[in-house]
Each structure stands twice: as C-alpha cells, then as structure tokens.
C-alpha cells in the first residue's frame, strides 16, 4: 500500500504540474546488458549513476535477463557502479550523455572471493545504435572553446547542413526556411508565432547544451520541417560555483565599413558604390555585458539552483548628412537595453522523483533611432529621432517532471509558458486627427482640392492630395502581447515480446493567444472635396453642399489591428523502438505515429464570424515515422541508419491576423456641408455634417478558404552509416532527400468576374481550372504546385575532445530546387510572411515569357559546403578555437519587372552564382590559476578573422520602371531584349529604363569584429 500511494502521489503531481508542450523532454537513457565471464545474464545487479549535472543519484537492478535501463539523465558526464556480492565491483567512468541520447553500455562481471572495484576509464560510446536522428549536439565544454556571438543560435551553423540565410530569414536547415524550425529553451517552445523565427535570445552563460536535429526524429516531435533547435539551460550542483562576468564589443575593435551600392543622388541612371564610412565616419558603438551567474545546492543532492543576471547596454552614434536636405548635419544616438537573466531550481523529493523549475527574462527597451546610413531617406525633421522608442518584455517557463518507476516504465510531464509584448511607446500619435484631402473607397483612391470654393478662407485652403499628419505617425502600438502555454504528458514502457520493446505514448497541448491593439487614438478622415458618393451595392448617390467625408477609426470602431484571438491544438503520439531477438539485438526498428489538431483563430469581433476559418482535426494531420538501425557488430562500432516521416508544419498567425478579421477598417461616411474641416474631430465626427452610412472594408475572407485545404507538408527520406573510427573518432554519411508535398498560399485566381486571391494549396482545389473542378477561368494556364526539392550528401569526421584537442570538419553536396522557396521567400531577398508571400499573387508569376513554368534553383542553393571547428588546450593556461565555413555562392537570375518582385522570364540560374564564400572565426582565452578554486579569464572572440569582403548578392533587376503587360498579351507569349531594352508582344514593343546596378556586386560579407571578455570564476 505505501509503494501504491506513492506512485499515485507522484503521478497526481506530474498531472497537475503538466497544467501549466514541450516538443521533447531534454533527457538522455544509458540502456545495457550485465553478464558474468560465461556470457551469462545476471539479474539483480544494482546498477547506480552519478553525474555532478545530476540532481540525487539514479540506481535500478538488472532484470531476469541481466538487462537494465536507466532514464531521465541530464546531459552530463556520468560514473556507472556495478554491485553484486560476491561479483567484483565494476566503474566505468567518462560515459557522456547528450540530449535525447541513448546509449549503451554492456558489462561484464568476475566473481571474486576478495571483492574488489575495477574502474574502467573513457571509452564512452560515440554512436547511438536505437537512433536515427541526425544532427548535432554542442555542450558547455565544447560551446565555451569555440568563437560564438553572444546567443545560441550563432554557433548552431558549425553543423553540416545548417545555415545562416540572410535571405531565408535566419537559420536554414537542410534547405528549409528560418521560419519553419522549432526552437525550445528547456522544452518551451520559443518560436514566433507570427513569423516562425527565434522570439527568444539565451546568451551562452544561460546554457548547458545545444541540440539540433535536422533529419530522422520519431513522432513525438511535430512543427517543423525545418530543424529543431534545443537549449538546455545550466543547473547548480553539489558544489558552489559561479562567475563574475564581462564583455566589451566596441566600434574601434571593427574594420572599415563595406561598401553599399546605390543610385547616384542627383543622376538616378548611374550607379555608385559609396563607403558612408569615408563620407560620414564611422558608426561609434559602445556594447558591453557585466553580471555574474552562482549555483550550487540549499539541500545536497535534494535541491539545487543556479542563475546568472546579465545586463547588456549597447549605445551607437551616428553622424548624418542629409544630402538631399540641403545638406544639414546630425548626429542622432540610440540606446538599447537588454535585462538578460535566468534561473533554474532541480529537486530530487523523493526517490526516482525528479523535478526542475526554470526562467528566462530577456526584457528589452530601446530608445531613440539612427537614420538610413547615407541620409538620403527622410530628413532631420520627419522624426523625433532621439525620442523613438518602445519596450519589449520576453520571457519563458518551463516546469518540468520525470518518474521511473522500476527499470521499466517513465512517466515525464512538462508544462510551461512564453509570453513577449511590445508597448510604452516613447512618442505618442499627435493629438489633431488627420485630415487629408482624397476621396477613399468605394469611388478609389483619388486626390482632392478645395480650391474651387472662393468662400473658403485661405488658412484652409490647401493644394490637392494635402495633409497635415502622415499615415504612420497615427497609430499607437499599446500592446501586442503574444502567449504561448503548453503542457505534455507522455509514458515509455519497455517490455519483451520477440524481442525488446519500447513503447512510448503521449499527448500534447498548446494554447496561443495575442491581445493586440496598434490602432489610431485620434480619426482619419478623408475629406472628398465636390465628389458624389456612390454605394457600391445600391447606387444610390450622396452630396453635401462640398462634397463629402470618410472618418476611420470614428463611431463605428478602431481603425488598425485590434484584436484578442486564441486557439488550442492538440497532438497524441505513440512509438515503438524493437530490437528483435532473431538478430542478435544488432537491428532496431523505430515505428511511429502522430497525430495533430490544429485551430487557426479568428481575429473578428463580428458575431457571424465567431469560428475557426481554418481546421485540422486529427484526421487531417497524420504523420507516420519509419526508421530502422543495424549494429553491424553489435558493439556500437558501425551502425546503417535510414528514416522515413512525414513533417507537418504548424500555422503561423501572419496570414490569420490579416485575412481573418485582425485588422479594423469600417469607414463612416459624413455630408460635408460645412467648409470648416478642422471641426471634425474625435467625438464630433458629424461636426461638418450628417451621418449617411458605414461601410467595412475589412470584411473576414472566410468564404475564400479552400473548403479542401491542406496541411503544409513535407516528406522525408535519409539513409545513413556512422563509424567509429577511434575511441574519441566517428565518421558518418548521410543522404537525405526533402520533398514538400503541399503549402498553404493566398493565391490569386482569375474568374470570370477577376481576379480574387483564396486561402489553398497551389496546384490543387479552388486553384485548378474550372474544367478541372477549381474556380480559375480555363483561359489561363493550371496553377503550379509548390514545389521544393531538397538532395543532400552529409559527410562528417568529429573527434570528441581527448588529448587537449577536439575537432569536426563536414562536406556537404547539396541541390535546391523548385519554384518556392517557403514559408520566408528567397525569391522576395529575405521577405517572411507566412503563407501570404507574393508567389502566387498573380496568374503569370510562376511562368516564363513562353509560358512554361518557371523552375530551377532556388536562390539560396549552395552545392558544396565545407566546415570546420575544433580547439587546443595548452598545458599553460591558453585555448584557442577555429570555425570556418566555405560554401558555394548562391544562383544570380535575372529579373524583369513586369508587375511583380520574382519574376524570372529567362528561367533560374541565368548568370552564374555569387563568388564562393569564405570565413573563419577565432577564439582565444587565457586562464590564470589564482588558486586552486579561483581563476580569471580574458578572452578574446574575432568574427571574420580573414576580414571577407565577398559579395553576397549580385544585382538582378534589369529595369527600373515596371511594364505592364495585359493578360492577352501575356497568353500569347512575348519577348524582352536587354540590349535594346524592349519588350515586345503581339500588340505592341515597350521601352523600359535599364538599371544600372544591373549585375553588380552589392551585400558584402560583414566586417572583422572584436569581442573581449573577463571572468572571475569561483
């Protein structure tokens, strides 16, 4: 009965600690086999772990078979104990651990008369033989001997496979875009909910270890078709121990500025390369960190803690002249404070009992703003420039719980919470409404006047198109508060039956919810001086004695975004990881499924729209997951690996907020009867005349979501081998192929009555021809599917640190193709808008001048890929690191504007790729031993050692005015000449102005820059 209730106890706390998705618990497992000298199994060996990353000490005995399982671990360095009476004591030390890791350890154990310990040192497995993941896993030791930026995600690009894509928004991992990756502190999920990127910065003192896994993840992990991207936060010990921190990462310590390529000022038909630098001077910046981080234990081996607070205040100056200002100077500053800290408690309260509690805070404010480097955009009144500014709280929690109960069952829970905002702006909207001379919808934009009314005095009479306060300087960001709750509850149980089992069962929960107001506080109104309004519906037609008026943001509601959605998804999984008997326990077989609902909220207040516009039931979103392993020798020595899933991505809010009701716009319409338009104002709306009607321009485009919409998707297949070549030496070899099977798009259809963009697949549903059952007039040529194709070849040598050195160094042969890039597109330089990207917005955009589909290269496929990292540790006091990266330059294709960004009218790839890129980052510290528990350390971190000046983009547009071309025109096909600068149609010939940036260098490799750093460490 007492064991009964303290299972029941136990498992009632991990339910209601779990209230509180974590896509995986950020644990490892040391699985093995205990057998005399005969190769006989031993049951009932007590088998004991301990780490100093471990909480308490983790023991079970061997079954009936010898077998023992050990879960839970932290990553860490762990001493096994092996005991039996009558059998010799056996350690084995140096087993490392890493997240998610399996490994597994076999022993072998004498009788002895004498009992005695025999310690067996290193050796530690270097190769998961139950698991097909491949990616990589930086810890502490590692991270801290190699150069990195101040957070985690700068040193995630040393693996093979994973970049850094400017023009994919971020972190590219086998082709994907930066807004298709998962990325977890501590099992919270911190990506964006709008843009799919990192919404949340840990700096390197706050971590542990870094996992990131790019292919052959089982089904308890969904969202991403990208990579998953894993910080594990520090936790305290049974030891006091802490830092006390700085860093200095100033402007003197950078090289000079690279050059920018732009349009001559005063001669638009030339080009020039500028160095602002030696116009204007350098930009001085002054960055620096202080803080300090302490952990240790309140109870030994029962409670521990850790924390770090690192501040961060970086101030740059910059001087202006405003050229087309007739030429002023300025000099404008900004200031911008990051509040870093974190705090993580683990708890050991009862046996087999483990729990930890941690915090991330990066509070940030920023006050003031540079002007455009070359002071040739705005003007030294158009803002208040030093006021500029708002704050941005960001933090994250996660509770986390793990019971194991006997060698054979795991009951993990873990809830927590991410939460961001952005308010308390610095400059306030104005306090006069705006006023603007321009008749609005329903008649079209178009400017207007009131000079042809000689009463009106002249302090009101102003030219065509007037106003006196600018669009954006209206709104107010108030608050756009974005929450993220999760809660995961999963059990792993192992059993035999033809074989062993481990089945794995468990069930996700996340629920997002924004509470956004960046609306106008004062009206708008559009004052359509002698113009008639005319309804769209009834015709019926409406003029005051001057015309008339539209206000928005008046009696009828706030003009801007202004909403509170919120939404639930669900995932349940269940795995099998099999090791047959038949084959000697050398072949596993990992079978799994998942499955996912999923709710995209509507963002209106409008009672008819009180539904999701989109939904995904479990039904919608199934992911199956296959993957086998085969231990050839059964010693952890070679292992063949190869996987096959299906990859779900999970919706973000871009498109949500826009189509489905996020932004407010309700025009109320006025007679203008009196000539005095100042009397408009909040509150007296009617105080030029008489209320007529309301129109809503931002109706819900519910009825424009594909009834048969699909999930974005993504297959993927990988075969691999891993080898271990030495004790602290493995190889590997993958092959991976990616294939997107469908995206979501707003998709503009052309019908009979127009054009109309719908929410759908490409390529399927309402996109297809009439003919086919779609809603696209036959005339027009099918929609193409999405499409992206993704090969690689990942050759790998890492040798773990051993001898006072450690190095990796990767090939990888890689080829992107297809007509879409993803959810951030490469196509519009780094654009990232999910799902409302500009590549279906017009019938034609995906065709060439002959109308064949326009595929090819994607425009950041780099064929060959070559790193490099590793670190030396002299016997004096010095480590000094190296990370390098050379890599293929990315397709330059020419682009002809004829309506819109991305258009290739002579295919993919037409002129050749950027130059080759490389560089190297160094590292450097020097550790001086004050006393045996003390010690300071200077350091020195260099970015672009080699100070690269490689041009990363080359200048693709070929006109600079836009060609509009019809639809006739473009059916029958048609051609361009850059030579002469003519398009030519079966109707007529265009001219268009060359741009004379045409194939030029532009976007050079960012300059060399210092970091140094101090620590006193106890």
Not at 258 to 275: C, F, G, H, I, S
Request: aromatic share 14%; charged share 20%; with cysteine.
């Amino acid at each position: 009965m007492s064991k009964f209730r303290t299972c029941f106890f136990a498992l009632l706390g991990l339910i209601l600690m779990s209230g509180l998705l974590a896509a995986q618990a950020p644990t490892g497992k040391i699985i093995g086999t205990v057998t005399d000298d005969e190769g006989t199994p031993l049951p009932g060996i007590t088998v004991e772990a301990t780490s100093p990353k471990m909480i308490g000490t983790s023991a079970v005995m061997t079954n009936e078979n010898g077998v023992y399982r050990i879960f839970a671990l932290p990553p860490g360095k762990y001493t096994i104990t092996y005991t039996l009476e009558g059998f010799n004591t056996i350690i084995r030390k140096d087993i490392i651990i890493r997240v998610e890791q399996t490994i597994r350890v076999d022993i072998t154990m004498t009788p002895g008369t004498i009992e005695e310990e025999i310690t067996v040192l290193g050796r530690s497995p270097l190769i998961d033989v139950k698991s097909t993941v491949k990616g990589m896993t930086l810890s502490q030791e590692m991270f801290e001997m190699l150069p990195r930026g101040r957070s985690f995600e700068t040193l995630v690009t040393a693996v093979a496979g994973v970049n850094e894509e400017e023009y994919l928004s971020g972190i590219s991992i086998d082709g994907a875009s930066g807004a298709e990756n998962m990325y977890y502190i501590d099992g919270m999920d911190i990506s964006e909910m709008y843009s799919g990127e990192i919404a949340q910065w840990a700096v390197f003192e706050f971590v542990d270890e870094i996992q990131i896994v790019a292919s052959g993840y089982q089904a308890e992990f969904g969202g991403s078709m990208g990579g998953v991207i894993n910080v594990i936060t520090r936790s305290g010990g049974n030891v006091y121990h802490g830092e006390l921190i700085g860093y200095l990462t100033p402007s003197f310590l950078r090289t000079k500025e690279r050059d920018t390529l732009r349009l001559e000022l005063y001669d638009p038909t030339k080009a020039e390369y500028v160095n602002y630098e030696d116009l204007y001077g350098k930009d001085k910046v002054n960055d620096y960190e202080v803080g300090f981080s302490l952990g240790g234990y309140v109870l030994k081996d029962k409670l521990w803690f850790f924390g770090t607070f690192l501040p961060r205040f970086k101030k740059s100056t910059r001087d202006i002249v405003w050229e087309l200002e007739g030429d002023p100077t300025g000099t404008y500053d900004r200031m911008q404070k990051y509040w870093n800290a974190q705090g993580k408690i683990t708890a050991q309260p009862i046996v087999d009992l483990r729990v930890s509690a941690s915090f991330v805070y990066g509070f940030y404010t920023d006050r003031g703003d540079l002007p455009a480097r070359g002071g040739d955009v705005g003007g030294p009144d158009t803002k208040e420039w030093a006021n500029i500014g708002w704050d941005y709280p960001n933090w994250s929690a996660n509770v986390s719980a793990d019971y194991t109960v006997g060698n054979n069952f795991l009951i993990s829970a873990r809830g927590g919470m991410f939460r961001k905002n952005q308010t308390n702006q610095q400059v306030p909207p104005p306090s006069d409404p705006r006023w603007r001379f321009m008749e609005g919808p329903p008649g079209g934009y178009s400017a207007t006047t009131n000079t042809m009314f000689p009463e009106i005095p002249e302090a009101l009479i102003h030219p065509t198109g007037w106003s006196n306060i600018g669009y954006s300087d209206l709104f107010a960001t108030n608050k756009q508060l974005r929450d993220r709750q999760t809660a995961n509850l999963d059990f792993t149980y192992y059993l035999n039956l033809g074989g062993e089992h481990a089945w794995k069962a468990g069930i996700q929960w996340v629920r997002i919810e924004e509470d956004v107001d960046n609306t106008i506080s004062q009206v708008y109104a559009l004052i359509a001086w002698d113009r008639t309004f005319v309804h769209p519906a009834t015709k019926e037609e409406t003029k005051g004695t001057y015309g008339f008026y539209g206000i928005r943001g008046g009696i009828s509601g706030p003009f801007g975004t202004f909403a509170n959605p919120s939404s639930i998804r669900w995932a349940i999984y269940l795995q099998d990881s099999w090791t047959p008997e038949f084959l000697d326990g050398k072949f596993t077989l990992n079978v799994g499924i998942r499955a996912e609902k999923e709710d995209i909220p509507s963002f209106s207040d409008l009672p008819e729209y009180q539904y999701p516009p989109i939904e995904f039931g479990f039904g919608d979103k199934v992911a199956p997951r296959v993957g086998f392993t085969y231990d050839v020798f059964g010693d952890a020595s070679l292992k063949f690996f190869g996987s096959y899933g299906l990859y779900y991505d999970v919706m973000k809010l871009e498109m949500a907020q826009g189509s489905y009701g996020g932004f407010k716009w309700i025009t109320d319409y006025y007679e203008l009867n009196d000539y005095d338009f100042t009397k408009i104002v909040k509150g007296s709306e009617d105080g030029c005349g008489p209320y007529f009607d309301s129109l809503n321009w931002r109706i819900p485009s519910f009825d424009t979501t594909d009834t048969g919409l699909k999930a974005m998707s993504q297959q993927e297949i990988s075969f691999g081998v891993e080898k271990k070549m030495s004790e602290f030496v493995a190889a590997s070899a993958r092959v991976v192929y990616k294939h997107l099977r469908y995206a979501i798009e707003d998709v503009g259809v052309q019908t009979m009555a127009g054009e109309q963009y719908f929410t759908s697949n490409p390529g399927f549903g309402w996109t297809l021809p009439i003919a086919q059952g779609g809603k696209f007039d036959d005339k027009f040529p099918t929609t193409p599917k999405a499409k992206r194709e993704y090969w690689a070849v990942n050759l790998d040598l890492d040798k773990r640190f051993s001898d006072n050195w450690m190095a990796g160094v990767s090939y990888t042969w890689s080829s992107l193709s297809g007509n879409y890039s993803g959810l951030a597109s490469s196509d519009e330089w780094g654009r990232n808008s999910p799902n409302v990207e500009r590549y279906w917005d017009l019938w034609w955009h995906h065709f060439d001048k002959n109308l064949d589909p326009i595929e090819g290269k994607l425009n950041t496929d780099r064929p060959h890929q070559f790193k490099l990292w590793g670190s030396y540790v002299f016997d004096w006091g010095l480590t000094v690191g190296l990370v390098a990266n050379g890599m293929s330059g990315i397709p330059v294709s020419r682009e002809l504007d004829v309506g819109l960004v991305g258009w290739y009218g002579d295919g993919r790839l037409t002129d050749g790729r950027t130059p080759f890129l490389l560089f190297a980052n160094i590292y450097a510290e020097y550790n001086l031993k004050v006393t045996d528990r003390y010690k300071i350390q200077l350091n020195l971190n260099v970015d672009n050692i080699l100070d690269t000046k490689t041009a990363r983009r080359i200048f693709n547009m070929m006109s600079r005015d836009e060609i509009s071309l019809t639809d006739d025109e473009r059916l029958a096909g048609f051609t361009f000449d850059h030579d002469a600068a003519t398009v030519t149609t079966n109707a007529q010939t265009y001219t268009y102005t060359k741009e004379p940036r045409f194939l030029k260098e532009m976007t050079f490799y960012s300059p060399l820059q210092a970091r140094i750093g101090l620590k006193f460490i106890f």
